[in-house]
């Protein structure tokens, strides 16, 4: 099943890049021609678009590799990096649009505002266009109500592109109607602005699974506590909840019992197990204990 979503997705990426390099020569192109930096900085947008796009469908392939002897978990995680590395460009992206917005803002150039808004409304178009493509892989990547980061990074920069089309339409409405100038470098810094924002999201996200931090809406005394309440446990210590990667929870903790035989054990496990999964976690690692080691951070109604 996860290599059909796999190949499906690959399939919608690699359309998506198809379509992404064809708007973005066109607003190279056009950028330079009517010198709208607006519209270059959006082209530059959509060339970040293009490598979010392939470094996500290249950690897509190898995410689904099989577990080796050196890697057990398999490669989940380097969706997580491609996500982390799509983060750090947009960031780069938007302070390089700060930097000559700044610069026009100091000395506005004239703009071609009729042949600008021509390519914006066909880069608005495309990019609505890839965004459906790409919405079909979220909804393919999605387990547990959590989204795969790599493919919700992929498709935020496809939406903010759209959204920055948006504003190089109204820059290029407004020069073409008032001849202000300056409505250019102050479209081109809410662009970077927007990149910036989307940038610190992905950011925020990927380096909180990477430093292996509780998932977003997973509370870590309320998951405690439920364990702590089925029948049979007397305390739960050591206790840890995180991502593998987007959508996949992982769980380890150590539960303090009394003396069970081993079917009574069994049960016991079995039922832990079936409480934790109102919470999306399936993959546990639990340690039965008859007495408590004197480790760990007790999470329980129950403390000897």
């Not at 099943?1 to 690959?10: D, E, F, K, R, V």
């Not at 446990?233 to 380890?252: K, P």
């Not at 081993?262 to 993959?283: F, T």
């Amino acid at each position: 099943m996860q290599l059909h979503q796999n190949a499906t997705s690959g399939g919608r990426f690699l359309l998506a890049i198809g379509i992404t390099l064809a708007i973005l020569i066109a607003e190279v192109v056009g950028g330079f021609w009517t010198g709208s930096l607006a519209l270059l900085s959006d082209a530059a947008h959509v060339f970040m678009d293009v490598f979010a796009l392939a470094l996500s469908y290249a950690a897509l392939r190898l995410s689904s590799l099989p577990p080796d002897d050196r890697h057990t978990y398999g490669y989940h995680r380097l969706e997580v990096l491609a996500a982390l590395i799509n983060g750090v460009t947009l960031g780069a992206v938007a302070v390089e649009i700060f930097r000559e917005a700044w610069a026009r803002w100091q000395n506005p150039q004239p703009v071609r505002s009729l042949e600008m808004l021509i390519i914006a409304v066909i880069g608005l178009i495309v990019n609505l266009i890839v965004a459906y493509v790409l919405r079909g892989s979220r909804n393919e990547h999605t387990e547990n109500g959590r989204e795969d980061l790599n493919v919700r990074s992929a498709f935020l920069h496809v939406v903010g592109d759209a959204i920055s089309s948006l504003g190089v339409i109204l820059a290029a409405i407004i020069i073409w109607r008032t001849n202000w100038m300056w409505v250019d470098p102050l479209v081109s810094a809410l662009i970077g602005a927007l990149i910036l924002i989307s940038s610190w999201r992905v950011l925020k996200s990927s380096i909180h699974i990477l430093v292996e931090g509780v998932p977003e809406g997973i509370s870590l005394n309320e998951v405690g506590q439920a364990m702590a309440e089925v029948a049979g446990v007397n305390e739960v210590h050591d206790l840890h909840v995180w991502n593998l990667c987007s959508g996949h929870v992982a769980l380890s903790a150590h539960v303090v019992t009394d003396d069970l035989a081993l079917s009574e054990g069994d049960d016991l496990m079995a039922e832990l197990k079936r409480r934790l999964l109102k919470y999306g976690i399936e993959h546990t690692t639990i340690q039965f204990e008859c007495a408590a080691c004197g480790q760990g951070r007790a999470i329980s109604p129950v403390c000897n």
